[in-house]
């Protein structure tokens, strides 16, 4: 037996490794080189990446930074994504498992007793075996790849579950830095409304004094009435806006909102880092996690054709044991008792109505819609940067523009109000003013809200959010953790 099991052993060391994977290229990116038509400055030679930088490094407020922490510490999504690394891990190993033998102890044991008029000698007769040993139960010999093949495309999804979970993390730090601007911004919509509210009731009050002297016609009090009303109809809609934005807040980071949280900043004070290198395309494909899970699924599709092909050639299994063997449990270990056995299969297909070929064709099929969605992948993130970019160069000169706007049309009203109570202007005049600047401190604070937003959809597009201090080592792209 020793003869053939060294044979075989030799003959499978020698096509260990076979496979009939294509061989795995990159495809090319089917997106500009840099994003230099996007107004993004040339890289620099050394400089930190935006997916090295930390999110404290990012975000200045240290509510957000409070925020965040609880976020990576509570969020559901997150703990989920955590625990599928952690099921694909173990599908993995249950998988990688197969490429080896395995050996189990064995011990059996039995005793019968025949009756006499079932035996031949016509006479009661018992019986007994006992055995104890090792077995290898149907060990394929994986000649062809197959075995090691599905091995590695167990792998690639492990490794691409991983990249998911952390693309969730950077997708839940953008989520928790915009649900916070938000909330800020509800904050401040509140303030510009409720002032709002009291100066048009103030107005309100004078026009009556005026309408109950005779000094102010009814249409006058009806019109600035209708100013009043429509104020408080703004606050229960900001008041809403408000509450309803705390509680997406809540949701993100997993618990009640703390009490000893620090203040929260005013939007036109977030000390968000406003200059985040770009870099190149290719710097975005090597660190994005969503474009390297992708990459890894593009990669265990390619493994997948090499199984399928191994399938059309012979597969061999061994299963064997070998030990002691005695009829009395007394006599396992004495001299003689050794047993064994040597069971080989080959296994080769003839016809199998075409369920091979289809297979094969179904992998090939799966590798190529993996390299379109890789593909896609890439434009999308090409886009979501070029996108920000775009928007990044015309928010300073918007908000500097609306700036100028609200005080232009608070002095406006200053003067408005004041033609109007020496009956310059009428009411309608003061009105529109009224109007208008209210319209422009709402602009004004959307701007800053928009300019923020698109500062960490940047931050995020580029791969930032993963490490928590720029001090801390970016994460090696999880391929290569093999």
């Not at 000649?143 to 691409?160: D, I, K, P």
């Not at 190529?368 to 886009?383: G, L």
């Not at 009428?426 to 928009?450: I, K, W, Y």
Request: with cysteine; proline share 5%.
């Amino acid at each position: 037996m020793s003869k053939h099991v060294f044979a075989l052993a030799t003959a499978a060391a020698l096509l260990a490794g076979c496979s009939f994977a294509p061989t795995y290229e990159r495809p090319a990116a089917p997106v500009e080189a840099s994003f230099a038509s996007h107004g993004a400055p040339a890289p620099v030679a050394g400089q930190t990446s935006a997916a090295d930088i930390g999110w404290r490094n990012f975000f200045g407020d240290p509510r957000l930074q409070r925020l965040v922490e609880l976020s990576l510490q509570n969020n559901r999504d997150l703990r989920v994504a955590i625990l599928n690394i952690e099921a694909a891990r173990a599908q993995y190993g249950i998988t990688n498992a197969d490429r080896l033998p395995t050996l189990n102890a064995q011990a059996t044991g039995t005793r019968a007793r025949t009756p006499a008029d079932l035996s031949i000698l016509r006479q009661a007769t018992t019986s007994g075996q006992f055995t104890v040993g090792l077995g290898v139960t149907a060990f394929e010999l994986d000649l062809f790849g197959r075995v090691r093949n599905l091995s590695e495309a167990a792998l690639t999804q492990y490794l691409s579950t991983a990249e998911a979970a952390a693309s969730t993390q950077i997708s839940l730090v953008a989520q928790v830095a915009n649900a916070y601007l938000n909330e800020r911004a509800a904050d401040e919509q509140l303030v510009i409304v409720g002032r709002t509210l009291e100066a048009r009731q103030r107005s309100l009050e004078l026009i009556k004094l005026r309408f109950d002297n005779g000094a102010a016609s009814e249409l006058e009090f009806a019109q600035s009435n209708a100013l009043v009303q429509t104020a408080r109809a703004d606050l229960a809609i900001a008041l809403r806006n408000r509450a309803q934005s705390t509680n997406a807040l809540v949701l993100l980071i997993g618990q009640p909102m703390p009490a000893d949280l620090p203040p929260p900043q005013p939007l036109y004070q977030q000390n968000i880092l406003a200059d985040v290198p770009v870099g190149l395309t290719s710097d975005l494909i090597e660190r994005r996690p969503d474009i390297r899970s992708a990459e890894q699924t593009l990669r265990g599709n390619n493994y997948s054709i090499g199984a399928a092909r191994a399938n059309f050639f012979p597969r061999i299994s061994l299963t064997g044991s070998a030990g002691t063997s005695s009829s009395q449990l007394s006599g396992l270990f004495g001299s003689g008792s050794q047993a064994w056995s040597f069971a080989p299969q080959i296994v080769l297909p003839i016809f199998d109505n075409g369920r091979n070929r289809a297979n094969l064709t179904l992998a090939e099929v799966r590798r190529d819609i993996s390299v379109a969605n890789y593909e896609k992948t890439i434009q999308t993130a090409f886009r979501e940067v070029a996108d920000t970019l775009d928007a990044k160069a015309t928010y300073d000169d918007q908000i500097r523009a609306t700036e100028d706007l609200v005080r232009a049309s608070q002095r406006n009203l200053e003067l408005s109000d004041l033609r109007y109570q020496n009956g310059i202007e009428s009411l309608l005049q003061l009105v529109d003013a009224q109007r208008t600047l209210f319209t422009a401190e709402q602009s004004l604070l959307q701007a800053r809200l928009q300019r923020l937003n698109n500062l960490v959809q940047l931050y995020k597009s580029l791969g930032g959010g993963w490490s928590e201090t720029t001090a801390a080592p970016a994460p090696a792209p999880v391929s290569q953790l093999r």
